[in-house]
């Protein structure tokens, strides 16, 4: 079965460095997507990304966040100037629309010290 | 605010027992996800339904979209069933980001 992979599983940083977690969505799916859990909180939207530009962005996304599309395969979630509140799961997503199944990948794991 | 919440968040259950899990949202909504979240983090989709009713092994999801309503069912659980289940809704003032629940932590007991 297709999936979502993102790498690295668990990264740790120091404040105030930059960030860039990656992810390859599944190959036919057009919409993109990162979402962020905080331990012990919900899952939030950051963000949606279609026809390589950003459709939808949430409160979070601030300037400090930023997303690509580099190639055909890769959709990466870059944090300029890391802070110790974002630390937290950050999960990939793709799908074939908005109201089709949702894949989410495995989570890349944000420990900021 | 958009609100989607779920009940209980916390669930006991002992193996074999028939397991009810509820999602309410307060707006109209296009489309509906439960999601598994294992301990380790990892986020699986379990369904996608705008209506009615979907099945998939012993997992059971269904809609009332005119009391804004969504459950997930598990018959005969198991301990591997042991997860937060995630409610997710697609809210139709809201273009194609997802509302979250907060989850309901399922421990299932041998």
């Known amino acids: 079965e297709p999936e979502v992979t993102q790498t690295p599983s668990h990264q740790v940083t120091q404040m105030g460095q930059e960030v860039i977690l990656r992810c390859v969505p599944i190959?036919?799916?057009?919409?993109f997507y990162w979402y962020r859990q905080i331990l012990g909180q919900k899952v939030e939207f950051l963000v949606s990304?279609?026809?390589?530009?950003?459709?939808?962005k949430s409160e979070i996304f601030d300037d400090q966040f930023s997303v690509e599309r580099p190639d055909g395969s890769n959709f990466t979630l870059k944090i300029r100037s890391t802070k110790l509140e974002d630390s937290a799961m950050y999960f990939c997503?793709?799908?074939?629309?908005?109201?089709?199944?949702?894949?989410f990948g495995s989570g890349t794991r944000l420990t900021v010290v | 605010k958009n609100e989607v919440e779920q009940s209980p968040q916390n669930l006991t259950a002992q193996e074999g027992e028939f397991i009810t899990i509820n999602c309410s949202y307060s707006v109209g909504i296009s489309a509906l996800h439960w999601l598994q979240q294992h301990p380790g983090g990892g986020i699986v989709s379990l369904f996608m339904?705008?209506?009615g009713k979907k099945k998939h092994g012993r997992l059971i999801a269904t809609i009332n979209i005119q009391e804004k309503h969504s459950s997930l069912h598990i018959t005969a659980s198991h301990p591997r069933d042991s997860a937060v289940y995630i409610c997710?809704?697609?809210?139709?003032?809201?273009?194609?980001?997802?509302?979250f629940g907060t989850g309901t932590s399922l421990t299932v007991i041998p």
């Open positions: 339904l705008s209506s």
């Open positions: 997710a809704a697609l809210l139709t003032n809201t273009g194609n980001q997802f509302y």
């Open positions: 997503a793709s799908s074939a629309g908005p109201r089709y199944g949702y894949t």
């Open positions: 990304f279609y026809n390589n530009e950003i459709s939808e």
């Open positions: 190959s036919n799916h057009l919409y």
